[in-house]
């Protein structure tokens, strides 16, 4: 990752043939090779890194126990919320890091410090959409730019020139555009059923979509033995003129009970939302860099803090004044979830499709089905409702050893604790 990001910022700045003319330049070139290294062993010093990894393992045992006490089963292991962790994030790291390299984005490093106090703080209340880029690096860049504005001491944290935020503005604008882009490219995979209870006292259905992302991304800190290269970097000017690069990582996360609309509906909706939003953000603070230069940073943060919590504003809203879709119907039996590799799954049973007849007889309600269904164990054929209320006919054989049930999860009211409990420290599974 890192000497193809080195290798690349060589080949734009077309003087890659340097390195074999002038020796000076070529121990210059080798001086940032060993600052990537050295960036890549700061980052195993950073305790976001280790935290993530413990946190995402405590969130899937939380799920389980979850599910458990819904669905009487495990519907994902408990290294569903690891396994989305680093693939896709380091992936966006490395487009990321092309463009801090490129454009020369510097970090104070009381910024980096308050970034990965807000982060732990943030994951610790429970939701993970409080990881958008929005609060995790907003609220921080929003309260140094005060600090900087009306040059306020706190003695803890001191005032700093309002150039040193400017890298921080312009990766807000990346970092939140990254976001929506998760999100649509992998905010869906893997929901999680859930039962809660209504307004009216009734059991209804929910899905989560919950996701949590480590993002690796070069950056610079405006110290060190690296000096500028070119005449034109960095292109967004904090007026230093050494650095030292770092590898910092950041925790995205994204989290959406969707309980009156189908999930790839509202978090495609999202999605496009937060990634527009992004896009927005990152032309604001383009402009107020230059432009605006000491009001970049408060202009910047401000609105991208007040843009995503307008979105999720709007998606609570709508779920609260709009009929539950994952409700009980009068006829037929709905499909809230399938266990993987079950035989619903195997079927191609969906979320959202309603089971009108088992076996050639009509069902309503989950047990129902089950007595439909022990009428032939060999073979099971089900008449389905689609989501575009379309029939279609699924069927399979049946084998020994088997999900009594073809591992279709219902929605029923379960006897015992309520929804709200037994959740886990810190723990919330957030329904708005």
């Given amino acids: 990752m890192s000497s193809h990001v080195f290798v690349l910022f060589l080949l734009m700045s077309g003087k890659i043939e340097d390195i074999f003319m002038y020796p000076e330049r070529m121990w210059r070139y080798l001086e940032w090779l060993v600052e990537i290294a050295k960036g890549i062993g700061r980052m195993m010093l950073h305790p976001v890194f280790y935290f993530s990894m ?22 994902h292991n408990i290294f569903l919320e690891f396994r989305h962790l680093f693939p896709v994030g380091i992936m966006t790291g490395m487009v990321l890091s092309l463009f801090s390299v490129v454009l020369g984005l510097t970090f104070p490093f009381i910024l980096i410090v308050m970034i990965a106090i807000a982060t732990i ?103 060190g033995v690296m000096t500028i290269p070119f005449d034109w970097w960095p292109v967004i000017q904090a007026g230093h003129e050494s650095y030292s690069l770092v ?34 953000v990152l032309i604001t603070s383009v402009i107020c ?92 054929k089900l008449e389905v409702f689609d989501t575009n209320n379309e029939i279609r006919i699924v069927q399979g054989a049946l084998y020994e050893g088997d999900h009594h049930e073809l591992g279709i999860l219902f929605i029923e009211k379960r006897e015992g604790s309520s929804p709200q409990d037994n959740l886990g420290p810190f723990y919330k599974d957030s329904q708005r």
Avoid at 54 to 75: M, Q, T
Avoid at 121 to 143: C, D, K
Avoid at 355 to 378: F, G, P
């Fill in 121 to 223: 703080l943030f994951t610790f209340m429970g939701n993970a959409r409080l990881l958008s880029p929005a609060f995790t690096i907003g609220i921080p860049l929003l309260l140094l730019s005060l600090l900087s504005i009306f040059s306020i001491d706190l003695k803890v944290i001191h005032p700093i020139d309002h150039t040193d935020l400017f890298g921080a503005t312009v990766m807000l604008g990346l970092m939140m555009g990254t976001e929506g882009f998760l999100m649509l490219k992998n905010g869906l995979k893997d929901v999680s059923p859930k039962l809660r209870t209504s307004r009216r006292g009734l059991t209804v259905g929910a899905l989560q979509a919950k996701r949590f992302w480590l993002i690796p991304a070069f950056l610079f800190l405006p110290s």
């Fill in 289 to 380: 860099v230059f432009l605006l230069p000491v009001y970049a940073a408060i202009i910047t943060s401000g609105f991208a803090l007040l843009g995503r919590i307008w979105i999720a504003y709007r998606h609570r809203v709508r779920e609260n004044t709009t009929p539950y879709y994952f409700a009980p119907r009068n006829t037929g039996v709905m499909v809230l979830d399938v266990l993987p590799h079950s035989p619903a799954d195997k079927m191609g049973l969906k979320t959202g499709e309603i089971i009108h007849t088992c076996n050639k007889v009509k069902v309503s309600t989950h047990k129902e089905m089950y007595q439909a269904l022990i009428k032939n164990r060999a073979y099971c």
């Fill in 247 to 280: 590898l910092l990582p950041f925790l995205l996360g994204f989290q959406q009970q969707i309980q009156t609309e189908l999930p790839e509906i509202a978090v495609r909706r999202i999605g496009k939302q937060v990634f527009t939003l992004g896009l927005i």
């Fill in 54 to 75: 413990i946190w995402v393992i405590l969130a899937g045992y939380w799920r389980i126990k979850r599910e458990r006490r819904d669905f009487h089963v495990r519907v």
